[in-house]
């Protein structure tokens, strides 16, 4: 009637979970700790017994998993109720939790001005992409999130927070799959994509080191990546 | 026999919730709020003693949800079962679900002519995108709804209701990402993107101000979005 | 032993439901008014005294939703079991839940050529989108029934049946928003979309109303719309 | 302790399902019939009495659901655990689930070079679509599967076994939708597509029949199609 | 008291599963090896007398599916909790099943410039598709690999490691599908698709074995596939 048992049965909203006391207590300040810390006079119970929880019982499943490693936990792929576990996360007070699913929506546009390498060496078969920028498009602070240190900011002084939105941002590098990468890890994922040539290909007054067939086939690539 | 208790099991359909009787009653004006400030008799049980209510069990994870924190209610993005969920909502006489749920579906295209700025300055070699308006088709209503003040309905005059569609809105701004963000924001997602370039560069009569780069890299690029 | 409780547990091949004896016989003529119109010795039950049906057990939610409220029935949208409901639509006898989930398949291509307005007006920085028709392609039956009085059929005249495809429909108007609203309210979805600029601008002998800036613009697009 | 009940409720890997157990013993030289045919002393249990199975629960849903009606089997579209499915199959020694659960993944490429009709009558605003051939590209196997009849391989001289790839197949008609119709029914889903249009008109020299609006017009969409 | 049954039932973190206990011990230096190979007093209950296990309760289908058949072991297709699960893994110290879980993601990026070919042959009305490269992007160890022995590394000499990215590689074919087919069959799957044609036709000089149509037909298209 006083102490909890090790291995702790709880009815959250209807659905049973089991876990041990300590991993229920273990974050400081968590109201799950509160809660178990006491005694079980304390928590409400269902008719079998179990402690009853009134919150949402699909998503406790991922408080669990937190509370088990908090610094190795994880959301689904393109988690689609990242909104909703980051209210229970709140309701719990778990902070890393509520840090873990508040990732700020936004998208963010890569583009970039291409086209192939000609006649630069005896292998006039060979011919590989030729990029000159890739280009950033977003809020300034979430652009500045998934970059990093990759990101030059150079043409865009900074007047204004970084709630603007910039189209002055550009990579340092130019490997359209390394900025891909980034905003994969940063949980974007691309929802559009447009290709583009050119009109009327320049035949004279060539700049120097550009030749016609290189001109012929430039091409601006649009790639649009959101968050949810 | 007649109160009952503070913890209030349910059998919805086949699927056992279980919440706190102040949860279900907290609504005025909701059917739950007229069936438990009763008596348990008028409230069916199934064989194991649950109050039953003949109700999808799988949705009602959401009309709990929603009692519990009806301000802060949120469904999983791209929500499958919204229409589904709607139904419960009326059923249950839930107006603020109801509304969470009644997202008019609909479809806006944003599409942009662009370019790249060329020669502006020093730096030829850096070259941002240069967009002179972002173009917002669909039904007015849903439009306005999304876009808010950033829409610019000048040259849309008022000869119909907010039922119709119309290609004349455009935006107040030129950022393609704060335009996708406010379609996200409310439930849109990019279902299709197409980009064109155009035909047979101009290179005489030039308007001021366009020089023959810009003009080559003229595109039109067009992206779908819906809501379902 | 005779009369069927007013609440009715229910094991479908292991999941269990719950539901009130009058939903489970509402509909005439249906395989479940039959079976739990009589007496209770008819229905073979679980360990548990469940009634026992055979049928798949996580579709038969679908069924319950159904028999709750006929009307009103509605699939998740873009739903992955359609064809599976169907089955055990067609099990039970609910002719009405055959019918919802009985949408004929099929592949729907919307295509336009488009342009845009230049130099009508005084406000030559506004041009707005310029399409002459939207061009319907697919099967003539799915065409018909998604498009209704809005499909010209004007230019295919009737040699076959309304199985074989055309290529020569196309809209009464030129909103591409209102195409797709239609089709997304007919259960389509866009799985592609294409678009292409054209070749050489004309200069000369231009036709009258046709400037030779919109005559650049020229672009076909292309939307792929398939139903589950 | 020796006859098997008429309701047979199995512990599938922790999973409760309950089915009859004819349906059970249903097919020939599966190992649910040799299981179930012998007396109960032969199968295991579990703590509550329940026969038990150690295998996948989850999938075991469609197990039952194959064994109620083979000849109807259907799994949801898109299935993500086919090849999981086809494991469990193979373990129960089901053929014809096995056979369902086996299709083999792949790619096909759809790609039509097109433009419009122009002129050919005195209603010049009417222009519809014209493509010359639909191009398939893929493994000369799943081609001729999804295909059959409507496959043109007269210029696939068969020098080499079908599991070759093959850029020389097209079909015998022109029609795009019935094309994706027979991919879908294939089970394959379109991931990407590409529009391209022409370089530089031809003003001199055209074709008879071919005017130069249409050739403006040219364009090459490909589309990408994969079965999981 | 001391031996476990032969059908362990287990609770892992609140769903209950069932399985043999041969199958729970057979990983050597796993940790279910180590708990059920002692006496059942070293393993936590729950008040229904199951095994308790604090983990997440919805993978552990796949750690049993795992143990089951380490060597069939398969994820559903474009499995959201991979990472999830390979935590999992981690924990159970199941190496196989660390390994399955542990794709590295990322992104790779085909291009291919490409036309048709025209007047080879007295058929001058079936035109192929002609390419030339099928080129790979990304980064150096995950495009090995995918491509294995099909990739040409010879434009690449090794100055780096295998993490840097390269756009310099290519494949020893030019069958697309073949390339999609490797990159599906390693967990890759196209998030975006962009083509573009290119710019005034080149009418004079141009290189033996290419005639105007085909110049006038080259095209730019290029796929996205990630890994998540």
């Known amino acids: 009637m006083c102490d909890f048992p090790a291995v702790v049965e709880l009815n959250v909203g209807g659905v049973h979970y089991a876990t041990s006391l300590d991993t229920l207590k273990s974050e400081d300040g968590s109201l799950l700790q509160e809660l178990f810390r006491g005694t079980t006079l304390d928590v409400p119970r269902d008719s079998q017994g179990r402690f009853f929880i009134d919150r949402d019982g699909s998503l406790f499943r991922f408080v669990l998993d937190y ?133 009327g290909s320049v035949t004279e007054n060539l700049k120097p080191g550009v030749d016609s067939e290189e001109n012929r086939w430039n091409h601006y690539n649009e790639f649009v990546f959101v968050r949810d």
């Open 67 to 199: 509370l088990r490693e908090p610094s190795k936990f994880k959301m689904p792929t393109e988690f689609r109720e990242r909104e909703l576990l980051r209210k229970e996360a709140e309701y719990f007070r778990l902070n890393g939790l509520v840090e873990a699913a508040t990732k700020a929506p936004g998208c963010i546009i890569i583009g970039y001005r291409g086209s192939f390498q000609f006649g630069r060496d005896g292998l006039a078969d060979v011919k590989f992409r030729k990029i000159t920028r890739l280009l950033v498009h977003g809020r300034v602070a979430i652009c500045r999130e998934v970059f990093g240190d990759t990101l030059n900011e150079s043409r865009d002084p900074d007047h204004g927070g970084p709630d603007r939105y910039t189209a002055r941002f550009f990579l340092k590098h130019v490997f359209i799959e390394q900025a891909f990468d980034m905003l994969q890890e940063n949980g974007f994922r691309c929802i559009g994509s447009c290709g583009s040539g050119t009109a």
